[in-house]
């Protein structure tokens, strides 16, 4: 069964920095995208940063762009988002995402992992 588990959430001072992971585990083919949205209480979840794995590609969200870099290890099926400049606005719940395509199976399917916090407060 696939999984991906995010780790590296806590709470950071703000202009502070954080890193998240988030790997990808069980019988997979092969992974197209990867990437992060986050959600703040009362919000809808939002797009921070994708990657493409074959090409590395990136795109992020207007609000994290020139703070947060996201980043990928394709050998050890793992995703990163390096976030600096952390403001109290960037508080939220993070999901790791990613498309791909599970072995024995043509289909590709997105995949969600269990979220982890991210608070941004002095």
């Known amino acids: 069964q696939v999984q991906l588990v995010e780790s590296g959430g806590g709470l950071v001072q703000p202009g502070g920095s954080l890193r998240l992971s988030c790997a990808a585990s069980?019988?997979?083919?092969?992974?197209?995208?990867v990437g992060w949205y986050r959600q703040a209480p009362g919000k809808q979840r939002e797009l921070v940063a994708t990657?493409?794995?074959?090409?590395?590609?990136?795109h992020y969200a207007d609000s994290v762009k020139g703070r947060f870099t996201i980043s990928r290890d394709n050998a050890k099926n793992t995703v990163y988002l390096q976030m600096n400049s952390l403001k109290p606005e960037d508080t939220a719940v993070y999901y790791c995402y990613s498309n791909l395509r599970p072995r024995g199976s043509g289909d590709w399917a997105d995949y969600w992992g269990q979220g982890t916090q991210v608070t941004v407060s002095s």
């Open positions: 990657i493409t794995t074959s090409s590395g590609n990136t």
């Open positions: 069980g019988s997979i083919f092969r992974i197209s995208v």
